[in-house]
């Protein structure tokens, strides 16, 4: 069966740390763009990172430069990402996608998970 497996999110303080992975089950990331996404409490859904597995080329959002980082393993089983110096407004439900950039019927998404930034 072909899913994404999230995990790694929970409650941290205000600067503090955490690493999300993304897991491939049932395919490999080979072909495909991983993205995070995130989505607040009656907010939009937004894209916060991506990675084109093929060349490792990575994208952020102007709200998380420089505070987040994501990578890759040389499996292209699993996709990270870090998050560093987070804030409150970090707090939502975090998404991982994969879009093969061929085949555009490949579409998948993880189950979300949370992330509580909060003293």
């Known amino acids: 069966q072909v899913q994404l497996v999230e995990s790694g999110g929970g409650l941290v303080q205000p600067g503090g740390s955490l690493r999300l992975s993304c897991a491939a089950s049932g395919f490999t990331f080979s072909g495909y763009g991983i993205s995070w996404y995130r989505q607040a409490p009656g907010k939009e859904r937004e894209l916060v990172a991506s990675?084109?597995?093929?060349?490792?080329?990575?994208n952020f959002a102007d709200s998380v430069q420089g505070r987040f980082t994501i990578s890759r393993d040389d499996a292209e089983i699993t996709v990270y990402l870090e998050m560093n110096s987070l804030k409150p407004e970090d707090t939502a439900v975090y998404y991982c996608n994969a879009a093969h950039v061929v085949f555009k019927n490949r579409i998948y998404w993880g189950q979300g998970t949370q992330v509580t930034v909060s003293s």
């Open positions: 990675i084109q597995s093929a060349t490792g080329l990575t």
